[in-house]
């Protein structure tokens, strides 16, 4: 059974720091790209970044490259989302996605705010 578990969100200022995790299991992790989504209120849901299946290449939505930093640890069956500079703009609920057969976690809330 495919399972997808985010950690790490929560409440932060402007200009600060989260680190996302996503550990997956149910699967062979080190052979598949992983990806982050975000979905802000009444917004639709968009890809934030992806990870090829060992690390070597990632892809990142416009508005948070520079910012974010996706990685993964093929050992621990863990994607991470670094996540600095942040801005109120990047509240939103963050999900991983396995998209190999469109898994998704249950998503983790981050909000931003003074």
């Known amino acids: 059974q495919v399972r997808l578990v985010e950690s790490g969100g929560g409440l932060v200022q402007p200009g600060g720091s989260l680190r996302l995790s996503c550990v997956a299991s149910?699967?062979?992790?080190?052979?598949?790209?992983m990806r982050w989504y975000r979905q802000a209120p009444g917004k639709e849901r968009e890809m934030v970044a992806a990870?090829?299946?060992?690390?070597?290449?990632?892809s990142y939505n416009d508005r948070v490259k520079g910012r974010f930093t996706i990685s993964r640890d093929n050992v621990q069956n863990t994607t991470y989302l670094q996540m600095n500079s942040l801005k109120y703009e990047d509240t939103a609920v963050y999900y991983c996605?396995?998209?190999?057969?469109?898994?998704w976690g249950q998503g983790i809330q981050v909000t931003v705010s003074s």
């Open positions: 149910g699967f062979t992790f080190k052979n598949y790209l």
């Open positions: 996605h396995w998209p190999n057969l469109d898994y």
């Open positions: 990870i090829s299946f060992n690390g070597e290449h990632t």
